[in-house]
Each structure stands twice: as structure tokens, then as C-alpha cells.
């Protein structure tokens, strides 16, 4: 089969935020203690913190760092975080049933991410505790010195403050697993007197108010409707949270995961129009952003269905090893389907998140006696991020569909197209399981001249789909792509079940 890819570098839909490309780092299972941090490992820095993680991190090219939570911020004190480390409590962290020993807070983390070159999202709890404790945690990162708390953080060996710019007002509020739950109406009066009491202590923060946890969720819709109300002219984004997975004999919906991620990002952003024009002055002149703080390919009706109940209530343990997915090629081709959802919309999506970094539901991962290794999730976002740059073009394939039990019918070829300079780079997935498809990229104003570093992932030679990189081996990565200029167009092959990358001018 054939798709013919129109690319129109004036056709531009929006600038791309390189903060599109974030990751997130919760306390939660081995993301944190035993993933980026294990004071034992042969790589490990004077604070603990590994090499080799540090090392993958940075090539893995993320932007920004959500922390420390997810469901573990709604239970957190931060206070226990900062100061000796051999004074801070230990605690329950009842939303993983995990020990929390507090030996990596909020000055390891935040240089940590420093070194990573991460921006910190941090997450304020407000499940537990509300506007007061959010505005105390602002104060003592973000106040240059000379009050109780700002001087605290620089007798704790921070002299400048973190100057963090983007704030979590809590994390999905709207699920009936989070620790402090609440209706759309109690946790929209929370999130904006807590944003109201942080713009006070603190003018810059850029704000995010927690939408839905899924598409799925039964209130979805009236909850971004209502928290929009109450916030407006409040808070800068609102965030929605969006999971895939392969259900059993359903590997058509699977593939077609970013048009789902699409219809959810498009719903949302109606919903935030049409309230934002009913608002009109009471949003005072702000368009509200949408943060996609978690996103990925999760097996959680694995994880609903035979792990969460001995996870959570089995014995409390340090980093108890907690959705440790390990991805094949269809999660691979997935996640790259998923950036190019995020990029098609960049002129609404203004950040967005990969849950998470290291082992749990991550592109990297690790073991205490081996070294770290790339999952295959690490190459879409890798080259993604690496290569997607200035304005999101619109961009779609003439293509044949493919029926979806999800979706209805889809593209079999899903694509998205970045421009900077006058080199347009394209990312492609052709979501065809058995068959190959013949790509032609041609130019709307005149021939293309060149194609270049084209690569690919797909299943290797040798392997069937379900091939993961292991500790052992890693099969999966990317190799050449072949591309022929004939006549003023770009032609390739994309394998079956593939994503692929490459730049024309
Ligand atoms: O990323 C794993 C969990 O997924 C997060 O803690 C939570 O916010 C979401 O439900």
C-alpha cells in the first residue's frame, strides 16, 4: 500500500514548546531510590545519584522534570525532605504502600535536575494539606532570603533560590484512588485560593490546574468545565493525564492510540474555549494552556487486575518494585505516535510529560549489579525531542485506513512535521502489523532537494514483536532508513509496525 505526505513548511499550526518534551520523577516503586539514585551502584556521585541513569537522561533529551508526585505528592509533607539527611522522618506513603525514607529531597532533586538539565514542575499536595503549606514550599524555594523560610533553604546550602517556575496545583483530584479525592467544586475553590495566595508570594509562577486522569473518567468534561470556572484568570494550564495500553486480540485500537490522545486533547481544548469565551474578562487576558503531565503506554489492567492488591497491601517496603513494564516494538511505535499527536497540537498543548524516567512505566531502566539500559520507548522520544524543533506543521498522509474497535477507522500511516531553517523534519509510524507501506513526501511549493538521517525503528531481523531490551541485550533500536530523491519527492519504505524519523529540505 501507498501514502503520499504533503509537506507545506508555511502550513504551520503553531510553535512547538520544547517543554512538550518533559519527563516526570515520582517517589514511587524504583523511580527515585534504586533508579536515579543508589549510593551502592560502581557509577554512582558523591550524593548517590548514578552515572550511567545521569548519562542516559541526558540523552534522552528531556526538557522538564515533573516531581515528586503523582499520587505520592498527595500524601506528602515536604518539610521532611530538606535539612540532615539524618534527621528526616521516615514515613508511610500510603498512596504506594511504600517506605519513604527521605534521603533524596528537594536539594538532591533539584540538583540532580540541574545537572540533567531538567526544569523542575514541582507538584504542591493538595490532597492533604492546602493553600498555607503550598505557599510555605514556594516561599522556601523561590524567596531570595531573609524571612524564616527562605533562610532556612539557604542554611540547608542553597545561598540562591531554586527558582522554580511551573507549580502542579495538586494531581489528579479527580480520582477516586488519590489520597485527599475531592469534587470538581471542592478542589476548584482549592486550587484557586492556593493559586491566588502563590501568585502573591511569588508573581512569575506559571500554574497548572489538575484536569482530568482520563478521558474515561465519569466526570470528565464537567470537571475541566467547573475547575476552568472557579480558577480562571488564576492558573496558566490545565492538565489532562492519558494511558495506553494493548488490550488482548485488540492490537488495531492499540496502534491507533494517538488518535485517541488527539480526540482527548481536541475535547479538552473545546471545553477550555467555550468556557474561556463565557469567562471572557474574568480570564483577564489569559489563554489556558493544556499540560499533558503524564502520558505513556501503561499495562494497568495488568497492574489493576493482578499486582495493585499485593502491592498495596502486602509488606511496607522501601522502593518496592511497582509497574516495572517492559516495552516491546508496539509500545514502541505507540509512544512515537503519541509525540506526534502532542506535536500536531502545539498550538494548545504548552507542555507535557512522559510518566515516568527511570523503571517505573520508563524508558530507562535499571538494576542495582548491571548497567543502565534503554528500553525501547527511549527512541521515539529520544529522536523526537532531539529533532522536533520550531513550528508543528499541518501535516497528514493520503493513506488507505485501518478499522479500529476504538477509533473507527484510522490512517494506517500517522504522521507529524516539525520546521526550522528551511529543513522540515517528519516523524511516521505506519501502524500496518504485517505490511510494509511505500511513502512519498513531496513538497507544496516546488521539489524537494534532500532527505536526510533517516532512521527507523521496527521488529529486528531474528525477532518477533514482542522482542524488549533486557539488562542482556537490547535488540531494539534504530537503524538506517533507506530514502530515494527521485523527481522532486522523498521515497521510502516503512517496514511493518514501524516508526521512523527523518529531515527533507
Ligand atoms: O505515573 C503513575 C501514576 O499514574 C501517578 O502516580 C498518578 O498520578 C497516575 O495515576
New binding site residues.
Given amino acids: 500500500t501507498h501514502a503520499r505526505i504533503r509537506i507545506d513548511p508555511t502550513d504551520v499550526v503553531g510553535d512547538l514548546s520544547p517543554r512538550v518534551f518533559g519527563t516526570?520523577v515520582?517517589h514511587?516503586g524504583r523511580c527515585v531510590y534504586g533508579g536515579i539514585h543508589d549510593p551502592q551502584h560502581p557509577s554512582a556521585d558523591a550524593d548517590g545519584f548514578r552515572g550511567d541513569v545521569l548519562a542516559l537522561v541526558r540523552e534522552l533529551g528531556a526538557t522538564v522534570v515533573r516531581y515528586p508526585?503523582?499520587?505520592?505528592v498527595s500524601g506528602f509533607r515536604w518539610e521532611d525532605s530538606v535539612g540532615p539527611r539524618e534527621e528526616r522522618p521516615v514515613r508511610l506513603d500510603a498512596a504506594w504502600h511504600s517506605i519513604e525514607t527521605n534521603q533524596v529531597g528537594l536539594h538532591e532533586f533539584a540538583g540532580w535536575a540541574e545537572r540533567a538539565g531538567l526544569e523542575v514542575m514541582m507538584a504542591v499536595n493538595l490532597g492533604t494539606r492546602g493553600a498555607a503549606e503550598a505557599a510555605q514550599l514556594l516561599e522556601y524555594c523561590n524567596h531570595p532570603g531573609g524571612t524564616a523560610l527562605s533562610d532556612q533553604r539557604r542554611a540547608n546550602g542553597a545561598a540562591d533560590p531554586f527558582g522554580f517556575r511551573l507549580w502542579c496545583l495538586g494531581?489528579?483530584m479527580d480520582?477516586d484512588w488519590q489520597i485527599g479525592h475531592k469534587t470538581a467544586h471542592e478542589y476548584g475553590r482549592l486550587a484557586a485560593e492556593t493559586a491566588r495566595l502563590m501568585r502573591f508570594v511569588d508573581p512569575t509562577v506559571e500554574l497548572v490546574a489538575a484536569g482530568s486522569?482520563s478521558a474515561d473518567q465519569p466526570t470528565f468534561g464537567e470537571w475541566e468545565r467547573e475547575v476552568v470556572r472557579l480558577t480562571a484568570g488564576l492558573v496558566d494550564h490545565v492538565s489532562l493525564?492519558a494511558y495506553y495500553e494493548e488490550k488482548p486480540g485488540d492490537l488495531a485500537s492499540f496502534l491507533a492510540s494517538g488518535v485517541g490522545l488527539d480526540r482527548y486533547i481536541e475535547s479538552v481544548a473545546a471545553i477550555l474555549d467555550e468556557e474561556e469565551a463565557a469567562l471572557g474578562e474574568r480570564m483577564q487576558g489569559r489563554r489556558l494552556g493544556i499540560s499533558v503531565d503524564?502520558w505513556n503506554v501503561w499495562y494497568l489492567d495488568r497492574f489493576n487486575e493482578q499486582d495493585k492488591e499485593p502491592l498495596l497491601t502486602g509488606a511496607w517496603n522501601v522502593a518496592p518494585r511497582i509497574?516495572e513494564d517492559e516495552y516491546a516494538v508496539a509500545d514502541a511505535v505507540v509512544v512515537g505516535s503519541l509525540l506526534n499527536s502532542l506535536v500536531r497540537h502545539a498550538d494548545r498543548v504548552t507542555m507535557a510529560n512522559q510518566?515516568?524516567l527511570v523503571n517505573?512505566?520508563a524508558p530507562i531502566r535499571t538494576e542495582p549489579d548491571a548497567d543502565a539500559w534503554r528500553q525501547t520507548i527511549f527512541w521515539p522520544f529520544a529522536v523526537t525531542a532531539a529533532r522536533a524543533r520550531g513550528a508543528a506543521l499541518r501535516v497528514a498522509a493520503e493513506c488507505a485506513t485501518v478499522p479500529t474497535d476504538a477509533y473507527g477507522d484510522v490512517p494506517v500511516v500517522d504522521v507529524a512535521a516539525t520546521t526550522a531553517g528551511d529543513r522540515v523534519e517528519v516523524f511516521c509510524v505506519n501502524r500496518d502489523p504485517e505490511n510494509p507501506v511505500e511513502v512519498t513526501l513531496a513538497g507544496a511549493h516546488g521539489a524537494l532537494r534532500g532527505a536526510h538521517d533517516a532512521v527507523v525503528l521496527t521488529v529486528p531481523d531474528g525477532h518477533d514483536r514482542f522482542v524488549t531490551n533486557t539488562r542482556d541485550a537490547q535488540p531494539v533500536g534504530l537503524r538506517e532508513l533507506d530514502v530515494r530523491v527521485e523527481d522532486g519527492e522523498v521515497r521510502l519504505t516503512l517496514p511493518a509496525l514501524s516508526w521512523a524519523a527523518l529531515g527533507v529540505v
Fill in positions: 516526570f515520582e514511587m508526585g503523582g499520587n505520592f494531581n489528579e480520582g486522569s493525564h503524564e509497574i510518566a515516568q517505573v512505566i
